[in-house]
């Protein structure tokens, strides 16, 4: 019942933007915190950044930081990945989590109760 959908990968030059979507159903959206993850090609899926339930707080890892941002609009039941300055190494596939535990302040250790299917971003040089 619980579903994540992912939208808004593609074909990126390097130093190009995009912007990720992820709408949510079958759970009370509002009230979870979310987060963004990526796996790169032949590597561990890792953390991109995650915002609280309201928006009020959000964290990055270091890779990211500065280049992405992470939104929400709860009434849409939608969090997105606003990703400028792309980089060649920010090819991957890119999913949409989101985590009970973590919906009053966001944290690097946000722990996924459900997962999306992910979106494919390429970021050519």
């Known amino acids: 019942q619980v579903q994540l959908v992912e939208s808004g990968g593609g074909l990126v030059q390097a130093g190009g933007s995009l912007r990720l979507s992820c709408v949510a159903s079958?759970?009370?959206?509002?009230?979870?915190?979310t987060g963004w993850f990526r796996q790169q090609p032949g590597k561990e899926r890792e953390f991109v950044g995650a915002i609280n339930f309201n928006g009020g707080s959000a964290v990055y890892a270091d890779p990211v930081k500065g280049r992405f941002t992470i939104s929400r609009d709860n009434a849409k039941n939608t969090v997105y990945l606003q990703m400028n300055m792309l980089e060649p190494e920010d090819t991957a596939v890119y999913y949409c989590?989101?985590?009970?535990?973590?919906?009053?302040?966001?944290?690097?250790?946000?722990?996924?109760?459900?997962w999306g299917q992910g979106t494919q971003v390429t970021v050519s040089s």
């Open positions: 079958g759970i009370t959206f509002s009230i979870y915190g």
């Open positions: 989590a989101v985590d009970y535990r973590s919906r009053w302040i966001a944290t690097i250790h946000f722990q996924p109760d459900y």
